[in-house]
Every structure is written in structure tokens, then in C-alpha cells.
């Protein structure tokens, strides 16, 4: 799942690019990329907790955004690190659907240090598309 941080993007925010040769891998990417903004060590975060959500939307860069927007959200509201173990999408229906198994725990203080707190994702320059090698998606995070 390849991702890399574009220092030259946005000053005050946190932007990557992510990588992959289907449209899941990028998904996987861009939700790794997300936590790694968020903890030193994604790696740390135990399987506690399984969480499951069904996103769908008509277009596959707002399903994107949806879904590094629903990471956040279990962040803010119920404290949960999550790391994505599986993601299924169905870009033959209308709207498209997205179907994910994530699996973490409560944040634990000492145990999981913040690095940023991140707030949200921004539409700023945010594309999902194909290029010769799969696809590649730009995402800006608000810190």
C-alpha cells in the first residue's frame, strides 16, 4: 500500500498521494496514510474492537473522501484507531458502494501518542484517478 507526503502542497495541512494498481489498494493506501498522519505507528493499533460501515456515493473521488472522512469520525467520536482489513467496491452500481471491516481500539494515552490531530479532509486539489500504472489518489488533510 504505497503512499508518500507531498511537502510542497499545503502549508498548514498534511497532504499524500496514494497508490495502487485497483481502486482498493488505493483505498487501503489513502486510510493508511490518514492513520500515519495521525500516529507514529499504525502497526501499535490491536484489533480490540471490529467495526463494519457500508458508504456509498455516484462518484468514486466523493466515496473516497466518504470513507477517510468515516476513519476520522470513529476517531473524534467514539476515540477508535482503526486499521482497515478489508474493503469491497462495487463500481458497477448506482451510486456506488463501498463495504469495509475495520478493526482497532480506544486511543490509549502513552501507548498511542498523536502526532496531529487530524480534522478532516479537505476537497483542495482531492482527485482519485488512473494513470498508466492503476491509480492515484491526492488527498489534503486538515490538521
Known amino acids: 500500500m504505497p503512499y508518500r507526503y507531498l511537502e510542497d502542497i ?11 494498481k485497483s481502486v482498493e489498494e488505493v483505498f487501503f493506501a489513502a486510510a493508511e496514510a490518514t ?21 456509498e456515493n455516484t462518484e468514486l473521488d466523493m466515496l ?3 470513507f477517510l472522512q468515516e476513519i476520522i469520525f470513529l476517531k ?12 469491497h467496491i462495487n463500481v458497477d452500481s448506482s451510486p456506488l458502494t463501498l463495504t469495509a471491516e475495520a478493526a482497532g481500539e480506544t486511543m490509549i494515552q502513552g501507548h498511542h501518542p498523536l502526532l496531529t490531530d487530524v480534522k478532516a479532509v479537505t476537497l483542495h486539489r482531492f482527485e482519485i484517478k488512473r494513470n498508466e500504472s492503476g491509480w492515484i489518489a491526492t488527498v489534503i488533510l486538515d490538521i
Open 10 to 20: 499545503a502549508t498548514a495541512d498534511v497532504a499524500f498521494e496514494a497508490l495502487g
Open 35 to 55: 492513520t500515519r498522519v495521525m500516529i507514529e505507528d499504525p502497526g501499535a493499533i490491536r484489533a480490540r474492537e471490529n467495526i463494519s460501515f457500508n458508504l
Open 64 to 66: 473516497l473522501f466518504d
Open 76 to 87: 473524534d467520536s467514539r476515540r477508535l484507531l482503526l486499521r482497515v482489513n478489508s474493503l
